[in-house]
């Protein structure tokens, strides 16, 4: 079988790094069609995030794709564990954005960390039970 080529990572995480960039630092939005600029910032925000994990994707796994299935990792319980305390600092960094530091962020910056920061719980819960409790007995 031929050695598969892995996929290009770099134009999306550049692309990701300029909208992120613009979204925190510069502000830089036009009206948009819903004629509000902080919803457009949002946008180009969200969409500088999901490239970015794109490129995260394809750098770690060597192909296409968006789903890290569990057969791709290399060692699922300390990486679960990893994922697990990302996802506890990442929601407690979302409390942080939320109410403490709330005048210089985004207004929905808490929201969308907590979002990131349960999802991380999620995965992480998937595995350790994929792998304990629920895997497959041979």
């Known amino acids: 079988m031929a050695e598969q080529v892995a996929p290009e990572w770099r134009l999306h995480a550049t692309l990701g790094a300029l909208m992120m960039l613009d979204t925190l630092l510069i502000g830089f939005a036009p009206a948009g069609p819903w004629d509000s600029e902080s919803f457009t910032l949002g946008v180009i925000g969200l969409t500088g995030m999901v490239l970015l994990y794109v490129a995260w994707y394809r750098m770690t796994f060597k192909r296409k794709g ?73």
Not at 97 to 108: A, V
């Open 66 to 138: 968006l789903v890290p299935w569990l057969d791709l990792w290399e060692d699922p319980p300390g990486s679960s564990r990893k994922i697990l305390v990302a996802g506890v600092a990442t929601i407690a960094l979302a409390w942080v954005s939320g109410n403490p530091m709330q005048e210089h962020m985004p207004d929905p910056a808490g929201l969308i960390l907590m979002l990131l920061g349960l999802l991380m719980i999620l995965q992480a819960v998937y595995v350790m039970l994929s792998i304990g409790p629920l895997a497959d007995k041979e």
